[in-house]
């Protein structure tokens, strides 16, 4: 198919190599479908622990919750942007359908840039906010879920490398400007009856 979107060698080459991990097992591959396919319910699921399981965690990870949400939102809007400003890029299995191993089916929309890898990896960066532990861990599965578009054959690695980018870059944005998050904070603080901590409350926000 042609393109005005180019795929380069070194595009080629290692969505081959990770690809090829499709045919070693069964059990790799059921991993891979489950963070390719679930990967938004998965960060959910996450979110919703770090929200409504105190006292452990307190305020400073709602804190981060919110932020990680926004931050999100922020990278989904730049790659909607760019889906609409960017040519065409065909995924790997509209590409070459012969020489990939298809694990899920998919849209036959454009392929650049990847939105779980950037939505992943915005959440991950606002996740430093609650802790050094919590973002690295974050950060290790936003790898894991790129890693997975691109293992179930749906992305090319430039696709997940370009949303992790954009992901990081929005996550470092909202944590910058979280000041101008306080209000929203406050409400849901309000809405779900939480009382702001000494250590993490307004003063250390701002």
């Known amino acids: ?9 070194f595009d080629r080459y290692w969505f081959h190599v990770i690809n090829h991990l499709a045919t070693l097992s069964p059990w790799l591959n059921a991993v891979a479908i489950i963070l390719a396919k679930l990967a938004p319910e ?14 452990l965690r307190q ?4 804190r981060a919750v919110v932020y990680g949400t926004a931050a999100g939102v922020l990278a989904l809007a730049v790659n909607v942007v760019l889906v609409h400003v960017l040519p065409y890029r065909p995924r790997p299995f509209i590409f070459e359908p012969q020489q990939v191993h298809l694990l899920i089916t998919h ?4 392929s ?10 915005a959440f991950a960066t606002a996740l430093f ?41 929005a996550g470092l944005a909202v944590l910058g400007a979280r ?18 901590e000494p250590r993490y409350g307004r003063r250390r926000a701002r």
Request: no cysteine; charged share 15%; proline share 7%.
């Open 1 to 9: 198919m042609a393109t005005s979107f180019p795929i380069p060698e």
């Open 42 to 55: 998965l960060w959910a699921v996450i979110f919703l622990m770090m929200w409504f399981w105190p006292p």
């Open 59 to 62: 305020n400073r990870a709602r």
């Open 107 to 110: 849209a036959r929309d454009t």
């Open 112 to 121: 650049f840039p990847s939105d779980h890898a950037a939505g992943s990896f």
């Open 129 to 169: 906010y609650a802790g050094r532990h919590d973002g690295w861990w974050g950060a290790l599965f936003a790898a894991a879920i790129s890693l997975a578009r691109v293992w179930v054959g749906v992305h090319w690695p430039t696709d997940v490398l370009a949303g992790a980018a954009i992901g990081i870059v």
């Open 179 to 196: 000041a101008g998050l306080e209000g929203v904070v406050l409400w849901l603080f309000k809405l779900f009856r939480f009382q702001p």
